[in-house]
């Protein structure tokens, strides 16, 4: 048997085997089921504990989250302010840029339109004197071309002549004889007798000249072949070494119109030219002498020391050589001269109708001018096309 004091009374109490199992069991029970509650509680407790902290924690990372994205947000926020006021001056700056642009645009078309006028007017002053110039430069050259086929009124040939040579005389000609042939002792003259002499007063070139208009024509002399043997005969009575026939004979011969004829197949150093071709012809044969004038005064040395005839020739052939080679050159390159002048006319009557022409280019430039507009200027650009909108707005 078991004792067991009542903690209340002090009473002492004997219990059996089976007694005390059974009160050992509830005793067992309350106090499993106490610690079981006490358990519970402080698992509950825990548990509240927990679930209070995982909440403070858990508020506190949202706070913390909330706070950062908050941040976040501030910070994008400045950036947004940032970019707008960026944005903003950039595009006002873009506006006052257009807003100066279309300034220089405006005075410039104005600019250009005050320009256009003064040029206009300028091109124009300066096309009418240019179409003057040119109307008597193809005035000059018809005038050329007209005395192939007409007589000259006036004046004769030979005055013609005179007057175009005495022009030069003093700057391209001051040591040369140029005068009317009024020896008539043989029985005939020439026109006109050319001699030029060098600084120590050796002759080194002559040319009998001859004149022939249409007036000059007989029944039985009218073509320029007519004249060729007397004015031969003229040139070697008279000590002159070239003949040249200045003629306005036979005015539809475009064998004479072609600039400066050699006829020395059949007279020797014998040449035709028309008008236009007289002072050309002088200055071509001269220069050739020129270049023959170093043997010319050899010759005249070698006279006075009595050398013998066959050094002479060899000199004299010598000279023929030369003056031959260099009358080639000069007869290739004037007949290009020639041919320039007969393109000239052409040219020149061309360029008086382009000029003609350009007064109506200039007056459709004039109106592409006046009709230039910003709204043209725009077309096709959409940007530009969307500023001015705005700026109308």
């Given at each position: 048997m078991n004792k067991i004091i009542c903690p209340k009374c002090g009473e002492a109490f004997e219990l059996t085997d089976n007694n005390y199992a059974d009160i050992l069991n509830q005793v067992r029970t309350a106090e499993?089921?106490?610690e079981i509650a006490m358990h519970e509680e402080t698992h509950k407790r825990e548990?509240?504990?927990?679930?209070?902290?995982a909440v403070a924690e858990s508020e506190a990372g949202f706070k913390n989250e909330i706070a950062e994205?908050?941040?976040e947000i501030e910070k994008l926020k400045s950036q947004i302010e940032i970019s707008e006021r960026a944005k903003e001056m950039d595009i006002r700056s873009a506006v006052q840029e257009k807003e100066a642009e279309i300034a220089r645009l405006t005075s410039r078309i104005e600019l250009d339109k005050t320009n256009a006028e003064l040029q206009k007017k300028s091109t124009e002053e300066i096309h009418q004197a240019e179409l003057a110039r040119k109307d008597e430069e193809i005035a000059f050259y018809k005038d050329f071309k007209a005395r192939q086929s007409t007589k000259m009124i006036g004046e004769s040939l030979e005055q013609h002549c005179s007057i175009e040579f005495n022009k030069l005389r003093a700057t391209a000609f001051p040591n040369a004889y140029f005068e009317k042939d009024n020896d008539a002792k043989t029985g005939s003259k020439g026109d006109f007798i050319y001699r030029e002499y060098a600084s120590d007063?050796?002759?080194?070139i002559s040319i009998m000249f001859e004149m022939k208009n249409e007036g000059d024509t007989t029944a039985t002399k009218h073509k320029n072949e007519d004249f060729f043997k007397e004015l031969d005969k003229d040139r070697n009575e008279k000590g002159c070494e070239y003949a040249v026939l200045v003629t306005m004979l036979e005015a539809d011969n475009e064998y004479y119109n072609n600039g400066i004829v050699d006829v020395s197949y059949k007279y020797p150093k014998m040449y035709v030219v028309r008008p236009q071709f007289f002072i050309p012809i002088i200055t071509v044969l001269r220069n050739a002498a020129l270049n023959s004038l170093?043997?010319?005064q050899e010759l005249a040395v070698i006279r006075n020391q009595n050398i013998d005839i066959t050094h002479f020739e060899e000199n004299m052939n010598s000279f023929k050589d030369a003056f031959a080679r260099n009358y080639e050159l000069a007869s290739k390159k004037f007949q290009t001269a020639i041919d320039e002048i007969d393109k000239t006319i052409d040219h020149l009557q061309k360029t008086k109708e382009a000029l003609l022409s350009s007064?109506?280019?200039l007056r459709l430039a004039n109106n592409k001018a006046e009709d230039l507009s910003i709204k043209k200027l725009t077309k096709g650009n959409p940007t530009m096309q969307a500023k001015f909108a705005e700026l109308k707005k």
């Open positions: 499993f089921d106490k548990k509240e504990s927990a679930v209070k902290l994205k908050e941040r007063g050796t002759e080194f170093e043997y010319k007064e109506n280019n």
